[in-house]
T-cell receptor, first 116, second 114 residues
Framework: GAVVSQHPSRVICKSGTSVKIECRSLDFQATTMFWYRQFPKQSLMLMATSNEGSKATYEQGVEKDKFLINHASLTLSTLTVTSAHPEDSSFYIC????????????FGDGTRLSIL | GNSVTQMEGPVTLSEEAFLTINCTYTATGYPSLFWYVQYPGEGLQLLLKATKADDKGSNKGFEATYRKETTSFHLEKGSVQVSDSAVYFCALSDGEGGSYIPTFGRGTSLIVHP
């Protein structure tokens, strides 16, 4: 079945560091990938829609200069958290869907980001 | 806009009990409906789906029927196990704008005791 690989799974770094998270679709091409953020005991929150070959679409309240998204190919999207601070600590999940109506999202395993 | 409403948790059950997690939705089009499961420390996985009215999705003993008349997609399982303890998310995805952006419920935590 379709698989989405997300890397790294866990990051612990100092405040001010920039962190890059990769999301790859392994056996299908994804023109669109999604990035989510999940705080403990809260719902998944869509941050942005990553579009291959064009600029990402950010949800209201999400800083595009803070969360840089690049979708350079049909199988890879990256999220870079720039100059991360402790409040950026969260669980980040990407997803992608195969082409066609009714196709489900396939999720990466998530990245737990901890900023000290 | 679209929205998904799930019952609040946590839902606490004894092993072999019957499970129902309610989910209702609002959507302007004809969405596909999904249940996702998130086990502790892991990312989300698709549990089941239904793409049109009256479809029943099923997997691992879980079932949900797409009810257009009540705009609901309740998740059920006849006999839960300790290993079913997880957070369950109801979601919809429609073709509005061609983007199929998913809309998630808040998630319902299920705790199953031996």
């Amino acid at each position: 079945g379709a698989v989405v690989s997300q890397h790294p799974s866990r990051v612990i770094c100092k405040s001010g560091t920039s962190v890059k998270i990769e999301c790859r679709s392994l056996d299908f091409q994804a023109t669109t990938m999604f990035w989510y953020r999940q705080f403990p005991k809260q719902s998944l929150m869509l941050m942005a829609t990553s579009n291959e070959g064009s600029k990402a679409t950010y949800e209201q309240g999400v800083e595009k200069d803070k969360f840089l998204i690049n979708h350079a190919s049909l199988t890879l999207s990256t999220l870079t958290v720039t100059s991360a601070h402790p409040e950026d600590s969260s669980f980040y999940i990407c997803s992608a869907r195969d082409i066609g109506a009714g196709q489900p999202q396939h999720f990466g395993d998530g990245t737990r980001l901890s900023i000290l | 806009g679209n929205s998904v409403t799930q019952m609040e948790g946590p839902v606490t059950l004894s092993e072999e009990a019957f499970l129902t997690i309610n989910c209702t939705y609002t959507a302007t089009g004809y969405p596909s409906l999904f249940w996702y499961v998130q086990y502790p420390g892991e990312g989300l996985q698709l549990l089941l789906k239904a793409t049109k009215a009256d479809d029943k999705g099923s997997n691992k003993g879980f079932e949900a029927t797409y009810r257009k008349e009540t705009t609901s997609f309740h998740l059920e399982k006849g006999s839960v196990q300790v290993s079913d303890s997880a957070v369950y998310f109801c979601a919809l995805s429609d073709g509005e704008g061609g983007s199929y952006i998913p809309t998630f419920g808040r998630g319902t935590s299920l705790i199953v005791h031996p």
